[in-house]
Nanobody, 117 residues
């Protein structure tokens, strides 16, 4: 139905920047909301930044002022611009899509972000 593919992860020094991209394919008309989550080693997956079904945005307190979420009007792409990266931002970052008509959530495979000191 819907496939999500993340890209843009990598290794960066503290204070640097990365831009993550999520490309959606398939029945993209089913997507009502999209966003980014992350999971660090030994920790649960947490929200980073999302677009809501109402068109607004939500950010985790830990990334406000540093990260910015962007989307294409066709819902084919959703990007995450990450600035002033910190070692604690190290995690696998996952793209997520909420689907309409009780079809559930769709997840990408994840992309690794590593921030060194």
């Amino acid at each position: 139905q819907v496939r999500l593919v993340e890209s843009g992860g990598g290794l960066v020094q503290a204070g640097g920047s990365l831009r993550l991209s999520c490309a959606a394919s398939g029945r993209i008309s089913l997507i009502t909301a999209m966003g980014w989550y992350r999971q660090a080693p030994g920790k649960q997956r947490e929200l980073v930044a999302t677009f809501t079904s109402g068109g607004g945005t939500n950010y985790a307190d830990s990334v406000k002022g540093r990260f910015t979420i962007n989307r294409d009007n066709t819902k084919m792409f959703v990007d995450l611009q990450m600035n002033s990266l910190k070692p604690e931002d190290t995690a696998v970052y996952y793209c997520n899509a909420l689907l309409t008509a009780s079809r559930g959530d769709c997840w990408g495979q994840g992309t690794q972000v590593t921030v060194s000191s």
